[in-house]
C-alpha cells in the first residue's frame, strides 16, 4: 500500500513540476521518499541493474551504454538529464516501477554520483558497476581522490561484476580484493601520452606495498601504465585493450575489432572502450555491439561549435575543481589545426556549493599553452586576476594575454578587434551559458 | 642564491602546492636574487644543512602516514635545523607532522617528530559518511602579528590540533586549530605552519614578500628591496579581500 501510494506520488510530482516548467526529475523521488523511506528496498528489480561511476566521464560512457542497450532492443530506464544523486534515482526507478513494485523493463542504467551513491546502494544491488577513473574532482565535497576510492569501497560486493578502467591504480587496487567477476579495460599509448610537470599526480606510491610507481607513460594525470618497483602492483593487461589509436579520424581497435569514437577528445576513447566492455559483460551479441557503435551515429553533447563571424567558435565545457578536465580541453586546442583564440575565466568555483577554493588552478598545466598556435588568451570573469596570476607564472607572453574588466560590453569587440582564428572557449557552465545569451544577442545560434 | 628544498614534492601535492615554490622562486627572481629549487621525496637523502628554506604541502591521510615513515628518520637534523633558524613553510596537514602525535580514525596513536607541543585528532569517522561533515572545509582569513595584511586561505582537512602554545592567525573567518578555536597554525622562529592549503604564497603576495625581504636581508642587510605594485597577484588578493571577506 505504501509502496503504490509512493510510486502514485512520486509521479505526481514529476508531472506537476514538469507542469511547472521545472526539470521534474527529482521532486518525485523527495517526497515518495518521505513517504516511504526504505520504497528502494521492496522494487523487484531487472535482470540488470547498472551502474556508472567515477570522477568524470560517467555522463558519457552512461549515454553510449544507453545508445548500445537502444540498438540492441534491450528496454531500460536511465538518468538522461543526468540527476544522479539519492533523491533523482529514486525518482528514476519508481517512474518505471508497476504500483506492485515491479520494475518494467530489461535493465536499469544509472549514472551515479560516486559520494550519494554510498546512500542509495544501502537499498539495493548491482548486478555491474562500471568505474571510470578517480581523479582531483570538486575537493571541497570530495577531499581528495584515496577518501572517494575509500567511499567506493564501502559498497562492492563479491556478486556485481566490476567493469574498470586498470589504467588508473585507484580504480584497479578496488578491485585486487573482489572476488566476484572483473572486466579490465585500458589503453595503449597514444600521442596524447605525456606526464604533467606539476608534480601533481596522484595515487604514485604502490596501495600493497608503499614503494613508488614507475610508468612507462601517462594518458593524464595518473591514469597510464604502471608498476610497482618494489612487488607485483601493476597495470594488468586489459580484457579490452584499446590501441592503435587516431584521434584525429576518430577511429581506435578494442582487441581485434575496428571502432568509431564519437568526437576528437581523448576522453571519448575511455567511453567508448568501457562502454564496449559493459556491453560484452552483459554478452551482448558483438557483431550488434559493434554495429550499434560503428553505423548508427551517436553525437555526445559536450561539443558546441557556433560560426562567429566567419570564424569556428568551439564551446569546451570545462569542470572548474577538475584539473584533467581542464587538461583534456587544452590538450584538444593544441591538436587542433590553425591560429587559436582562447577564453578563459569563471565567477565560481562550483555550481554546487558557495565555497571558492582557487588552488585546482595551479593542479591545470596551464604551461602547455606556450604554443605558437595560440594567438590570444582571454581572460573573463569574477576570478580574472587570479586567472591572471596564473597564466604569467605559466610563463605566456604577456602580449598574448587580453584581461576583460567588463565581460558583457566588451567580449564581442575585442573577439573581433584583437583576436584571430578559431575561438576555443574552455570555461565553466556558468559561464558558458552567458556566453551562448552574448552570441544570441549577436544573432548567432547553433542550430 | 638562495636553496629551497620542496619535501615529498610527489605526495604532499594535493591542492595545487605547486603554486607556493612558484611563488618564492619568482619573488626572489624578482628582487634579481637566483633560487634553486630541489625536489626530494621518500628514500632521497636529505641534507638538512644545505638548504634556507623547506616547503611541505598537504597530502592525504595515507600519502601523510607515508611521508611520516621517512621523515622520522631525520627527527634530529629538522629539531636542529629549526633551532638554527633554517626557514619551515608547512602548509595544510604537513604542519600536523611536527607535533607530538596524531590521533587516527580508530583511536591509535602515531608519533610525530614531536618537536612543538601539539597534537592532532583525526576528526571521527562516525560522521565519514554524510557530506565531508568529517572535514573541516572553508574559506579562511585571519591577522597575524607581523604583518598588517589580512592572510586569506582555504581549509580542507580532516584533522584538528590541540594544545597549540603558539599560532599564526588569530581567525576573523573561518575556523581555528578545531571549530571552536580562533587561533590558527603555529609561529616558532622561522617555522611557518598552517593549515592554510593550495597556494598561500600566491594568495597572499605581501606575506610572500614579507618573507623574501626578511631572507633576504638576512644574508644582506644593505640590500634595497625592490616592491611591486599592482601585479596580477595584489589585484587579485584585494579583489577577494572585496568579494569575500570584507
Known amino acids: 500500500m505504501r509502496m503504490a501510494l509512493a510510486i502514485i506520488i512520486c509521479k505526481i510530482a514529476n508531472t506537476l513540476s514538469k507542469l511547472l516548467k521545472k526539470e521534474g526529475t527529482v521532486i518525485g523521488g523527495y517526497w515518495a521518499l518521505k513517504i516511504y523511506p526504505n520504497v528502494l528496498n521492496n522494487i523487484k528489480y531487472p535482470k540488470y541493474v547498472i551502474g556508472v561511476t567515477g570522477s568524470s566521464g560517467k555522463g558519457s560512457t552512461t549515454e553510449l551504454i544507453s545508445h548500445i542497450l537502444n540498438k540492441n532492443d534491450i528496454t531500460y530506464a536511465y538518468n538522461k538529464n543526468g540527476s544522479n544523486a539519492v533523491n533523482g534515482i529514486t525518482s528514476l526507478i519508481l517512474s518505471n516501477t508497476s504500483l506492485n513494485g515491479k520494475y518494467k523493463k530489461q535493465a536499469l542504467l544509472m ?192 561539443l558546441n561549435t557556433y560560426n562567429f563571424y566567419g570564424r569556428t567558435w568551439q564551446m569546451l565545457s570545462s569542470k572548474n575543481e577538475n584539473n584533467l578536465s581542464y587538461k583534456q580541453s587544452i590538450d584538444y586546442i593544441l591538436h587542433e589545426k590553425g591560429i587559436k583564440t582562447i577564453i578563459l575565466g569563471f565567477d565560481n568555483s562550483s555550481r554546487r556549493y558557495k565555497e571558492n577554493d582557487i588552488s585546482w588552478l595551479w593542479d591545470i598545466d596551464f604551461e602547455n599553452l606556450k604554443d605558437k598556435s595560440i594567438d590570444k588568451i582571454v581572460v573573463i570573469g569574477r576570478f580574472k586576476y587570479d586567472v591572471m596570476t596564473r597564466l604569467e607564472y605559466a610563463k605566456i607572453n604577456t602580449e598574448k594575454l587580453i584581461l576583460i574588466e567588463n565581460f558583457e560590453i566588451d567580449i564581442v569587440n575585442v573577439l573581433k578587434n584583437k583576436t584571430k582564428g578559431n575561438i576555443y572557449s574552455m570555461v565553466c557552465f556558468d559561464k558558458e551559458n552567458e556566453l551562448k545569451e552574448i552570441l544570441k544577442k549577436e544573432g548567432i545560434t547553433n542550430d | 642564491m638562495i636553496k629551497i628544498a620542496h619535501l615529498y614534492y610527489d605526495i604532499m601535492n ?123 572545509v572553508g574559506t579562511t582569513s585571519g591577522k597575524c602579528n607581523f604583518l598588517d595584511k589580512e592572510i586569506i586561505g582555504f581549509q580542507n582537512r580532516g584533522g584538528t590540533i590541540h594544545e597549540s602554545d603558539k599560532y599564526f592567525i588569530k581567525i576573523n573567518h573561518g575556523v581555528g586549530y578545531e571549530p571552536k578555536s580562533l587561533y590558527e597554525g603555529y609561529l616558532y622562529k622561522n617555522f611557518l605552519g598552517t593549515y592554510l592549503l593550495g597556494p598561500l604564497f600566491i594568495r597572499n603576495p605581501y606575506l610572500t614578500d614579507y618573507f623574501i625581504k626578511k631572507i633576504i636581508k638576512e644574508k644582506n642587510s644593505s640590500y634595497k628591496f625592490k616592491i611591486f605594485k599592482n601585479t596580477f597577484e595584489i589585484k587579485a588578493y584585494e579583489t577577494f579581500l572585496e568579494n569575500f571577506i570584507n
Open chain 2, 14 to 136: 594535493l591542492y595545487g602546492e605547486n603554486g607556493n615554490i612558484r611563488a618564492l622562486k619568482e619573488h626572489f627572481e624578482r628582487q634579481n636574487i637566483k633560487c634553486e629549487i630541489h625536489f626530494l621525496t621518500i628514500n632521497d637523502k636529505i641534507d638538512f644543512e644545505k638548504y634556507d628554506i623547506f616547503y611541505m604541502g598537504m597530502g592525504t591521510e595515507n600519502g601523510q602516514i607515508l611521508v611520516l615513515n621517512d621523515l622520522m628518520k631525520y627527527k634530529k637534523q629538522v629539531k636542529k635545523s629549526i633551532e638554527d633558524g633554517k626557514y619551515y613553510f608547512m602548509t595544510g596537514n604537513a604542519y600536523e607532522l611536527f607535533g607530538r602525535y596524531i590521533i587516527d580514525f580508530k583511536g591509535r596513536k602515531i608519533e610525530c617528530l614531536n618537536i612543538f607541543p601539539y597534537y592532532t585528532k583525526r576528526i571521527n569517522k562516525k560522521d565519514f559518511m554524510d557530506d565531508c561533515d568529517f572535514r573541516i
Open chain 1, 111 to 302: 549514472e551515479l554520483d560516486e559520494k550519494h551513491m554510498v546512500h542509495l546502494l544501502k537499498h539495493f544491488m548491482l548486478t555491474h558497476l562500471v568505474i571510470t577513473n578517480i581523479t582531483r574532482d570538486q575537493p571541497p565535497r570530495n577531499a581528495h581522490p584515496e577518501y572517494i576510492q575509500s567511499l567506493i569501497k564501502s559498497i562492492l560486493k563479491d556478486n556485481m561484476h566490476l567493469i574498470i578502467n586498470v589504467d588508473d591504480p585507484l580504480v584497479y587496487g578496488l578491485s585486487i580484493d573482489h572476488k566476484g567477476k572483473k572486466t579490465y579495460y585500458g589503453m595503449d599509448k597514444t600521442n596524447y601520452s605525456k606526464a604533467s610537470n606539476l608534480h601533481n599526480i596522484d595515487a604514485q606510491y604502490c596501495p600493497k606495498c608503499g614503494s613508488k610507481l614507475i610508468y612507462e607513460f601517462y594518458h593524464y594525470g595518473h591514469l597510464g601504465k604502471y608498476k610497482c618497483a618494489n612487488c607485483d602492483f601493476k597495470r594488468p593487461n586489459p580484457d579490452f585493450l584499446a590501441h592503435t589509436i587516431d584521434i584525429k579520424n576518430r577511429t581506435i581497435y578494442i582487441n581485434k575489432d575496428k571502432i568509431k569514437i564519437p568526437s576528437s577528445f581523448l576522453y571519448s576513447v575511455y567511453f567508448t572502450i568501457a562502454a564496449y566492455s559493459l556491453a560484452n559483460a552483459l554478452t551482448l551479441q558483438k557483431d550488434k555491439i559493434l554495429y550499434s557503435i560503428n553505423i548508427e551515429p551517436f553525437i555526445s553533447k559536450r
